[in-house]
């Protein structure tokens, strides 16, 4: 039992029973031995077993009740890990730390996330505990990250050079010593031990003493990884040959193979630094895509600025051929804006006053004024970026098996190679201590497992950033794993399947219809429901005038209810009248308009029928062969609405789709996804409303269209920035690629230190050749993940 104590800042408590409701939740929860409230300082502390829950679990609960745990994100860069066996030595001590929830660890990023209580632990304290690990952590900044992997790679670089020009005449001399290459010439002065020796110390203990360095710490905090390796296995060749050095046995010399395998490792990381440069290369082309100055109207005068000098209200002024340099409305203009580089749709939209523009989309062919309404972190393409690299950072639960090989690996190799010495000096070649230091020392170095850290990873990077590119965000690589296995789509009907901007189609008054359409535009101008908003947009074209009302009530899922001129009125559905014991007339008309896709709102004034108004949505452009798609993907494809039947089955049946769920109301979205989920269903969720959050939040993976709601899109694991269904089956396609990617650089990767180290204890496998097979393995892996960057959708 690993007893721990947490202390919670807990917000949203609002009396001594939300406080109650927590202790009694958080009691209930197995693991946690006591739970104690205080409502008055807005704490809860806790105690619980950690072998049986952790605090992420804990702090899940508590949001699960309704109420929110204050927790903070810290971002850092992760200054000198070689391996993923830093990685993981990282990763476990933050998260032994008190107040650490998750601190997910991407050696490919060379980044750490950390989620924290800060009532429990500081970053200083973070940072102190890693520097006693023998790394460096420095708060994330883009800027400062690319900074400093270009001097890692200048620095690699430079050692490269030198190394390379010390060691080609130690090379020179390994060739002669091949049968096959007998007749090639070598001067008599590189066979001296001592200049050989000369030529090899800087390699060993300059150009190499990284491997040394990194193989202290880790082994000072009972660890070990790649450098141990490293360090051993040159270590043993370079002070065997400086003892058969000064004992004068000069003919089996080995300082080419500490100095070649040194230089080898060196280019391999350089290679890597390089290609894992690339794979952050959709973070960088979303950067480049925001504009550097802004043309600002003050006081009546145009004025240059920088972006960040922009303030919110700004009138932006653009010209046409421009990058909009801030999200924003549109005062006066028109124009057509190209806005593939964020949604991937090739189309520009035309946008005229009263219509929002996104920053660092491309004004066409029209002047435009744009009211600045979001500007810095808060800005499209900031939280784009902000989710990109999240996402790049996170871990697929399929990472774990490489992580808990990578955390064991090094230990195992060691003992191998001590074995296969062993075996080689007393079985094989018994008494040949060159011989079997050989194979020792080959065994060490074919067997870093560099490749196997690096295979998730990079892909993760090179996928979700691919995607990216074609307006699809994954919030994580959890998310990006998950998505591959969806067999059902649910798809909401209005502004998903639809276009989610209906118009105002018909009206069937009773009485006079003014007078009708009066009532009806006074009664919906409070309500933010697209079909209201629809309503009103037809009521006005007709030029018809309403009233302020004195009541005005909002039913979900039901309608509205409003007082009128001391009238009631009420505009909703049937059950709205049954529950007011309003009967129905002309229901041969709203049978008609149902039948045709149109949602149809009963109207009663002062408890009265009065009438029906007819609203139609139209079906997007692209909904009927997406859904066709999606089908020959083998995808069930099922549409949910809180619409009538009729209605939800007209639209259902112009696009394909034979599965309808309709008069749903919003809090049972999310139940009838559990029910779809007890039939073994793995269910994808795909919403734009406020009503569709906690379905998409209950599915196993959400999808947001990226025009919908911000709520919306904060509930969901995928945004679909185009706006269209297409995105769904990309998302799939692209989940799917990116998983095979993965499967085949973790299957290389264990292939090759499964295959590699047999080879290398048989004695088929020369020190340097292992050291330069060890060195691409890891360059082929980033390599192979690349291939996600060239995915076609």
Known sequence: MTQKEATLKITGMTCAACSNRIEKGLSRLEGVDEATINLALEQGQLKYDASVVDEATIIKKVQALGYDVVTEHAEFDVVGMTCAACANRIEKRLNRMDGVQSAPVNFALETVSVAYNPAEVSMSDMEQVITKLGFTLKPKQQEQHTDHRQVEIKKQTRKFILSLILALPLLWTMVAHFSFTRFIWVPDVLMNPWVQMALATPIQFIIGWQFYEGAYKALRNKSANMDVLVALGTSAAYFYSVYLAFSGQHEALYFETSAVLITLIILGKLFEARAKGRSSEAIKKLMGLQAKEATVIREGQAMRIAISEVVLGDIVQVKPGEKIPIDGEIISGASAVDESMLTGESVPVDKKAGDHVIGATLNKNGALQVKATS???????????????????????????????????????????????????????????????????????????????????????????????????????????????????????????????????????????????????????????????????????????????????????????????????????????????????????????????????????????????????????????????????????????????????????????????????????????????????????????????????????????????????????????????????????????????????????????????????????????????????????????????????
């Open 375 to 793: 500007i810095g972190r808060n800005t499209a393409l900031a939280q784009i970026i902000k989710v990109v690299e999240e996402a790049q950072g996170s871990k697929a639960p399929i990472q774990r098996m490489a992580d808990v090989i990578s955390g064991i690996f090094v230990p195992i190799v060691v003992g191998l190679a001590v074995i296969t010495f062993m075996v080689w000096y007393f079985a094989v070649t018994p008494g040949d201590f060159a011989n079997s230091l050989e194979k020792f020392i080959a065994v060490l170095v074919i067997a870093c497992p560099c490749a196997l850290g690096l295979a998730t990873p990079t892909s993760i990077m090179a996928g979700s950033g691919r995607a990216a590119e074609f307006g699809i965000l994954f919030k994580g690589g959890e998310h990006l794993e998950a998505t591959q296995a969806i067999d059902t789509v649910v798809l909401d009907k209005t502004g998903t399947v639809t276009n989610g901007k209906p118009v105002l189609t018909d009206v069937v008054a009773l009485g006079d219809e003014v007078t009708l359409l009066s009532y009806v535009g006074a009664a919906e101008q409070l309500s933010e429901h697209p079909l209201a908003q629809a309503i009103i947009e037809g009521i006005e074209a007709k030029g018809v005038r309403y009233n302020e009302p004195t009541q005005f009530e909002a039913l979900v899922g039901y309608g509205v209810r409003a007082v009128v001129d001391n009238k009631e009125v009420l505009v909703g559905t049937r059950r709205l009248m049954d529950n007011h014991a309003i009967e129905v007339q002309d229901t041969t008309a709203m049978q008609a308009f149902e039948q045709q896709g149109k949602t149809t709102m009963i109207v009663a004034i002062d408890g009265v029928y009065a009438g029906l108004i007819a609203v139609a949505d139209t079906v997007r452009d692209t909904s009927k062969a997406t859904i066709k798609r999606l089908h020959a993907m083998g995808l069930d494809v099922v549409m949910m609405t809180g619409d009538n039947e009729h209605t939800a089955k007209a639209i259902a049946e112009q696009v394909g789709i034979t599965h309808v769920i309709a008069e749903v109301l919003p809090e049972g979205k999310a139940d009838e996804v559990r029910k779809l989920q007890a039939l073994n269903k793995k269910v994808a969720m795909v919403g734009d409303g406020i009503n569709d959050a906690p379905a998409l939040a209950t599915a196993n993976i959400g999808m947001a269209i990226g025009t919908g709601a911000d709520v919306a899109m904060e509930a969901a694991d995928i945004t679909l920035m185009r706006g269209d269904l297409n995105g769904i089956a990309d998302a799939i396609v692209m989940s799917k690629k990116t998983m095979a990617n993965i499967k085949q650089n973790l299957f290389w990767a264990l292939a090759y230190n499964s295959i590699g180290i047999p080879i290398a204890a048989s004695g088929f496998l020369a020190p340097w050749v292992a050291g330069a097979a060890m060195a691409f393995s890891s360059v082929s892996v980033v390599l192979n993940a690349l291939r996600l960057q060239r995915v076609k959708l």
